[in-house]
């Protein structure tokens, strides 16, 4: 894929118009103007937006604004994306954008969606916020209301899947803005599924923290915001009852888990079961092994390794690493539970070496790590070489 200036400088070139004419349309300073041609500096969201006018290019343009990277030593990320993700919702409260391109944005929106399961968040957010940078270039176009509601919907799902994103990668500092931003957008839409949705992902970030309570109390606040029969509230029913395991309340998980029983028994294979905002019944066996493992329940070895098999092995669509990864982190908790340490730990260690984890499972590697080390097995040191190799990166403390 091109990048940000290979692509305006062949745009250039195509209508024939020089760098310093076109500086003078946009207007901006010619010398700026040759360093964002020459990727060697970030052009805004404006001007990415303006380039893309004036050169015709569709939204193609746009679309390859470059992703700044978040520090390596500042993992809560950088002031420039949580102004970001603020000037978006600002630009909301401030006619000439298509049905045509509303489509695309929310076609776009579902395939990014799609990807999540299967995509490293680190590949996978430079494209959404390249989206997200052409949506609040978007925000200055003339357009009616209705278009404006579809816009500002598409911007909130957007800001929600890059918070996900940032919460996997542990930028709770971007993620924090990113979700304040999707429910200041869903309640300019009066959208409620992505309020819950945003309620639910803070509930899911609480609970990695270890922080259960307030965990609990974002999940059930996301249950009565959420439509009854939507995803979100399903989602958010799950994620209570994680928290009630992770504190070790048995009651309360099986009512839980209980309850997501009853929410998922009527529903229909979705179209697309990797979308990250539709709920998949089959999604339900997965929490089950997790929160029974987490809850220490005799049942969840067995429980665990049958959705590690047909995660692995599916009879049906593509496999699914990352989940497999994390369903081999749920049976290491559930071996722990019965009291098989060395078992434990060699699970880890799998889900490891897999390189599919995610900072935001890294809790569960450490819990593993020191109950197996405590129990005395040579495994555990294998384990935590293996982790600090694979995933601490290199120049962070240990």
Sequence with gaps: MATFGEKLRQLMAERGISQRGLARLVPCDDGF???????RRRPSPELAARLDALLDAGGELAALRPAAPLSPSAPGGGAEEEIEALELARRVTASEVGDDTLAALELAVDELASAYALTPPAELLPRIRRHLGYVSALMDVRMTLAERRRLTVIGGWLSLLAATCDIDLGADLVAAARLRTAAQLAEHAEHPEILAWALETRAWQRLTDGDCRAAIRLARGAQEVAPRTSSAFIQATAQEGRAWARLGAGPETRDALARVDRLVEPLAQPDRPEHHYR????????????????VGDPAAESYARGVLARLERPSG??????RAASARLDLAFALLA?????QAAQSALEAVESGRLVPSHHWRVTRVISAADARGVREAAELHEAYLELCIPVGAGR
């Design 338 to 342: 019965g009291d098989q340490p060395a």
């Design 279 to 294: 709920y998949d019944p089959t999604k339900r066996e997965a929490y089950a092994a997790t929160t029974l493992a987490w």
């Design 33 to 39: 103007l040759s360093r964002v041609a020459n990727d």
């Design 317 to 322: 669509g593509p496999a699914r690493p990352r």
